[in-house]
């Protein structure tokens, strides 16, 4: 999983970062909006750890993290069957 992935879909990781870090409230998860900086500086400050742990800690939850689903590749071209731009 990609940073990227997480902070395009911020919302729907809400509820798997509570789940790793139950102190995190809302308004610090609002307030955090997919920045992976201000989560590791947020958890740093609620659970009083440092930068390198909670780093640590970030990455393992990225890595248990199940795959993003597959994105689609361009649609078909009803036409000719093939995909746009492809001859």
Request: hydrophobic share 35%; charged share 25%.
């Amino acid at each position: 999983m990609e940073w990227t992935d997480i902070a395009q879909h911020w919302k729907s990781f809400r509820s798997p970062i509570r789940e790793q870090w139950s102190k995190l409230t809302d308004a610090q998860l609002d307030a955090v909006a997919g920045s992976r900086e201000r989560l590791i500086r947020t958890i740093r400050q609620v659970y009083a750890i440092s930068q390198e742990q909670t780093e640590k800690q970030v990455a393992a939850w990225v890595k248990r993290l199940p795959p993003p689903p597959a994105r689609a590749a361009e649609p078909l071209d009803a036409n000719t069957c093939t995909q746009p731009g492809v001859s």
